[in-house]
DNA sequence: TTGGGTCATTAAATCGGTTCAATTAGAGAA
DNA sequence: TTCTCTAATTGAACCGATTTAATGACCCAA
């Protein structure tokens, strides 16, 4: 069953590939009757013109970029994706995205995708686990195809526009230090995040500036699913003696905040009296719930729009760019969740 | 400022484009002086392959089907794109979204993006206002691009898996009627969404098969965003006497519904007991809030697969397949935010 | 010196459309 | 009947890459 084109099209319908080429195109210029013979014969071979072809002659461009996320379904993603689409449209770019649900062969597999489709360039959020093949990004590198990185990548020489984890837990872990919690635990994220590290490591910074002391068990893992932060919370508190429960409870997320919000209401723990609890990412719905969260709020809508302001300036640019590294930095948000114990 | 083509490379590195080509795609074949020299002439002229010539050729296929939707940051759309990837990936394509923002022309523009990168078929959340214009789709249909809508769209007739709005609606206002509510109102979603009228249509229904009466009072416009409806919800409320409060709302989203319970705890109104509130759509965070939300569950990871097992069967057919129409069901879903008065 | 083999490179054909100058058909005018 | 003009159609060139058979250069063995 092989490819039908504009030939087997003009031939059936006994007119010249340039005829069937006005029709696609609804040139006024051909005669209603053939117009119609041709439309039919269309119709019979299921005839579908390939795109990509009819782009190469006339050069219509259309200026799209790519955004490869890591969950569509997670409000931090799709906040960057608003702040790239607004920048992207005033500068008369469209986005199209695609989720990589956090599988290193999707972005592989999508970043080729898009290099292919004259799609101008990408911002990724990368799928970063261990040491992990970088191939894909050496070879877009090498065909000078313009992409940004929303995370640090080891070994490769990128533009990132990166937030400042580290930073941001710290000083958090710092509030609650000051504030005279001395039993604080932190709810890391799923292992292959390079956010989950950078996390964990703010977090240990902010007890090697203080005269607490870090142990290991104060990193529990919880991962970052809703559902799977309350389970693995539930878990968490299942054979713990009162007396030995955390004051304070630093989360990787805003979602597995509230999973770890509505595990503590199941077992009657009162936020923020018996422990505080704080989030990050500031995602709207944590809002809603009936606690206001504290929380880390990273400026997501500007990243997004600086990422794209970054892509756009390489896509345009007819010499290559020096790299750009931007970090941001957090806001940190008190709400209602925190209480200080001093 | 002309663009650079892999001829100019060619010429400039003092090699035949076939070398050069041979560089792009990694060959072995090349030597290393050469190599070097190719891309540094790469480098230096900032050159970029065109994709889609690339393709052109080797006729490499990557199954690709597009999704556009309205909204990236509502869980509804968001949902309905799980399900079209599971199905997709489960047959091997890919999937890529973009958010038309509830805009005519975006819609436009994305459909006709789409139709010509060879992506195989799309999936779209018809942007409908009034009679708009429809003159993209049949462009679609007469180049014979495999796709499918996700709301009826007036004037054409092509594939559709589409939700039953209006039996939902009733049926949930028919459990408030039947459970001695009859001071019922419905806040409206967005004017041009035709589930907003559908929707409204379902609510006139229930009435006119009960003894109650309708009045266009209790149609109240309030908009599908969260902030938007917590403000036009205080404003409802505002000079209203105590007596003439509803005893029931069924909101247009969970979203809206969300908004409406934050004003009505702002108002110091009790859910449920002073006040029922139905929500639309059985979003993930709506269980969040403190007081489960009743509402209407839409099989959306479902409507997804359907969407895309229609899609890629059309894609996959050789032959010009016969139009589908799904409509599919919804779930009523009683949780803690209605009571009944008898 | 010749022949065989390997490695590197080239030139031409190709993918499936679009474009446009040239041609043809047909109608109406002179 | 011939000429003009317009409308419809054709055919060849083209877009920018990939592919592959053919060629060239070089080395080594006979």
Redesign the interface.
Known sequence: ?KKITIVDVAKRAGVSKGTVSAV?N?KNSVKPSTRDEI?AV??EL???????????KN??V?N?I?LIIKD??Y?FY??I??GV?EYANSKGY??????S?DNHE?EI??S??F?????KGTIIAPVVEGTSEIEHLF?LK?????FVLLEDVRGIQANVVAIDNLKAIKKAVKYLIDGGHTKIVHFAGPHKSSHTQERIQGFRHAFSESTLVFHKDMIVDIGSG?DESFTKTMEYFKDKKKEDYPTAIVCFNDQQA?GVM?ALKELKIKIPDEISVIGNDDI??SQ???VPLTTIRAPLQEIGRKAAEILINNIE????MPIERVVMNTEFIIRGSTKLLK
């Open positions: 069953m696609i609804a439309l269309m119709k299921n005839f579908r013109p390939k795109g990509i072809a009819r782009k190469l050069g219509e259309d799209t790519g569509l379904n409000p799709t906040s994706a608003s689409k469209s986005v199209i995205i695609t989720s649900e999707s597999r999508f080729h995708i290099s292919t489709k004259d799609i070879k090498m065909v000078n195809y313009p809703y509230l509505i709207f719905y809603i719930y009936p640019s007819s010499q290559i």
